[in-house]
C-alpha cells in the first residue's frame, strides 16, 4: 500500500510542474509596447514577477514601465514570430 501511494504523489508533483515555462517582457515604457526586452524563462510565475520587477529598477523605469509574465510562449509563424502565450499576467 505504501508503494502505491509513494507513485501516486510522485505522479502528481511531476504533473504539477509539467509545462510550467514563465517568460519574462519587460516594457520600458508602458505607453510603447513596440519597445521590449525579453528577460528569460522561469519556473514560477513569482520568480518571473521578481525578475520583471528588478529590470525595471535596474533601468530606472519602475514608474513609467511595465511588465508581463507569460506561460508557454510559443513563437507564431502566422504573426511574423511574434509570442503567443497561454496566460499572460502582471
Request: overall charge negative; aromatic content about 6%; glycine content about 10%.
Amino acid at each position: 500500500m505504501k508503494r502505491k501511494v509513494g507513485v501516486v504523489s510522485l505522479i502528481a508533483i511531476i504533473l504539477t510542474g509539467c509545462g510550467q515555462d514563465w517568460e519574462g517582457f519587460v516594457y520600458p515604457n508602458k505607453n510603447d509596447l513596440t519597445s521590449h526586452v525579453g528577460i528569460g524563462h522561469y519556473k514560477t510565475l513569482e520568480e518571473c514577477r521578481a525578475a520583471a520587477i528588478a529590470a525595471l529598477q535596474q533601468i530606472s523605469s519602475v514608474e513609467r514601465g511595465d511588465y508581463e509574465c507569460g506561460l508557454n510562449c510559443k513563437e507564431s509563424k502566422d504573426l511574423y514570430g511574434i509570442k503567443v502565450c497561454e496566460e499572460t499576467l502582471d
